[in-house]
């Protein structure tokens, strides 16, 4: 019988029965790493076979060295990926009591490649059965896959068997409604209530008259501005009046009224007139 090819995946059998091997990467010293399966039949190794192919073929291997238990694996998850600042301090306490409390005593000596959703679809049902709502239950079913999703995500995990799993239905509480008396007492608040702010002797009601004394015509006083600080002329206004060009009616800009120490001192007048021209009149000012 021929050798197959590198990389190739192969059946054989021996004294000690069906065998199969296939080549899922490389190591992480450089060499090929090869899955070994083995089975009574023929048949069983070559299903192995084919089903490492599809996990090799989706990225999805599980990685080679510690097998977790589903316990240790929610000890690691919660005490050291699942920690403040990842999550907040409250959702942290909740996985804490959902591990310690229902996971690991439900299904803690579980394989973690090898917990099934038939095993926490029962843990579900036993922890209702003894007491726990279904809001607990849920709470639980989101704790474990964010758990198993993380182990995923690293390898340790082929999937997640709890997306498969079905979650625990949460019961809409039923709302007592007010009855006729209640109602009936309600609006009497109300009423009262409004009653007394429009006659002024509820919370706010000073408030609203100092707003409503404000807007009457005649009673607010007229803000006096005080002029400190002269209203300058810019800078270009200085210059064209030492050459005589400024037309008549021109108005100071502005700029230079609010900051006027972007000029220099001997171009700052304090004249808030308007300015008319120094130099000679032109010539056709000039003739009559």
């Known amino acids: 019988m021929g050798r197959n090819a590198n990389g190739r995946s192969s059946i054989y059998e021996n004294a000690e029965g069906w065998h199969g091997r296939v080549t899922v990467g490389?190591?992480?010293d450089g060499s090929p790493d090869r899955r070994h399966v083995r089975g009574k039949t023929k048949a069983e190794v070559t299903a192995k076979v084919r089903r490492l192919e599809k996990l090799r073929d989706e990225g999805r291997v599980p990685k080679v060295g510690q097998r977790w238990r589903v316990a240790a694996w929610l000890t690691f998850w919660v005490e050291n990926i699942a920690v403040p600042p990842n999550v907040s301090e409250n959702t942290h306490s909740g996985y804490s009591v959902d591990v310690r409390v229902h996971l690991i005593p439900g299904i803690g000596a579980h394989w973690l490649d090898k917990l099934e959703p038939e095993h926490v679809e029962k843990l579900y049902a036993k922890m209702q059965c003894n007491g726990s709502s279904p809001g607990t239950a849920h709470h639980v079913h989101r704790t474990i896959r964010n758990a198993l999703n993380e182990a995923?995500?690293?390898?340790?995990?082929?999937?997640?068997?709890?997306?498969?799993?079905?979650?625990?239905?949460?019961m809409d509480e039923e709302t007592e409604p007010y009855n006729v008396s209640e109602v009936q007492r309600l609006l009497k608040v109300v009423?009262?209530?409004?009653?007394?702010?429009t006659l002024g002797r509820g919370p706010g009601a000073r408030a609203t008259t100092r707003r409503s004394a404000r807007t009457q015509v005649g009673t607010r006083r007229p803000r006096q501005r005080t002029n400190a600080n002269p209203p300058q002329p810019a800078a270009s206004q200085v210059r064209a009046r030492v050459r005589g060009h400024v037309r008549p009616e021109s108005r100071i800009l502005p700029r230079a009224r609010t900051d006027p120490r972007r000029h220099r001192p001997d171009q700052i007048t304090r004249r808030t007139t308007c300015y008319r021209p120094t130099g000679p009149a032109s010539p056709a000012a000039a003739s009559p």
């Open 152 to 170: 995923v995500r690293r390898g340790h995990l082929a999937r997640n068997p709890v997306l498969l799993a079905k979650a625990p239905k949460l």
């Open 26 to 28: 490389v190591k992480d």
């Open 191 to 197: 009423a009262e209530r409004a009653q007394r702010r």
